[in-house]
Antibody
Framework: QVQLVQSGAEVKKPGASVKVSCKAS????????IHWVRQAPGQRLECMGW????????KYSQQIQGRVTITRDTSASTAYMDLSSLRSEDTAVYYC????????????WGQGTLVTVSS | DIQMTQSPSSLSASVGDRVTITCRAS??????LNWYQQKPGKAPKLLIY???SLQSAVPSRFSGSGSGTDFTLTISSLQPEDFATYYC?????????FGQGTKLEIK
């Protein structure tokens, strides 16, 4: 069965970086894209960017562009989201999600990774 | 970015009730509208995609309709496990954006 398993919770200081992983199984990794979505406490879901796992092309939200980098390792069927220059407003649960149809809906999600930014 | 607005933001209902949630896009998104259910501490779960297509294994009491800018999610007969927060999402143009959510609570 399709599964996306994310790395564990992180606590970081302001200005630091964090890297969250998302390991896929149960499907052909390179046939789908992986999107990263975050949810700050009490806030709506926010799409940060995505990667085409086949060719490695990426696109990022303008709001966070310059601080986020999404990569993938096809040999490990794993996608990564790297967020730099962390600030308190980046405290959130970060999700990876699979998309691949012509309508690009997110049909499978990781369990979420809580990133806490605190001095 | 396309703005998505849901109404109501919260809703109290009873088991067995018929419930409708609406979602409005700030511009035409054709049928690129998806609905998700989220329970506390859990990842969102896809319910409806392409405005009206039921995701596999989702109960048939869930249905979606609409196109262009106005969409609805209907639950025909609420069950205890349906009390959750519901989000609409447009996948017409990136960045894909979500509504603010509708929290469905037990009356």
């Amino acid at each position: 069965q399709v599964q996306l398993v994310q790395s564990g919770a992180e606590v970081k200081k302001p200005g630091a970086s964090v890297k969250v992983s998302c390991k896929a199984s149960g499907y052909t990794f390179t046939s789908y894209s992986i999107h990263w979505v975050r949810q700050a406490p009490g806030q709506r879901l926010e799409c940060m960017g995505w990667i085409n796992a086949g060719n490695g092309n990426t696109k990022y939200s303008q709001q966070i562009q310059g601080r986020v980098t999404i990569t993938r390792d096809t040999s490990a069927s794993t996608a990564y989201m790297d967020l730099s220059s962390l600030r308190s407003e980046d405290t959130a649960v970060y999700y990876c999600a699979r998309a691949g149809s012509s309508y690009d809906y997110f049909d499978y999600w990781g369990q979420g990774t809580l990133v806490t930014v605190s001095s | 970015d396309i703005q998505m607005t849901q109404s109501p933001s919260s809703l109290s209902a009873s088991v067995g009730d018929r419930v409708t949630i609406t979602c409005r896009a700030s511009q035409n998104i054709n049928s690129y509208l998806n609905w998700y259910q989220q329970k506390p501490g859990k990842a969102p779960k896809l319910l409806i995609y392409a405005a009206s297509s039921l995701q596999s294994a989702v109960p048939s009491r869930f249905s979606g309709s609409g196109s262009g800018t106005d969409f609805t999610l209907t639950i025909s007969s609420l069950q205890p496990e349906d009390f959750a927060t519901y989000y609409c999402q447009q996948s017409f143009s990136t960045p894909y954006t979500f509504g603010q959510g509708t929290k469905l609570e037990i009356k």
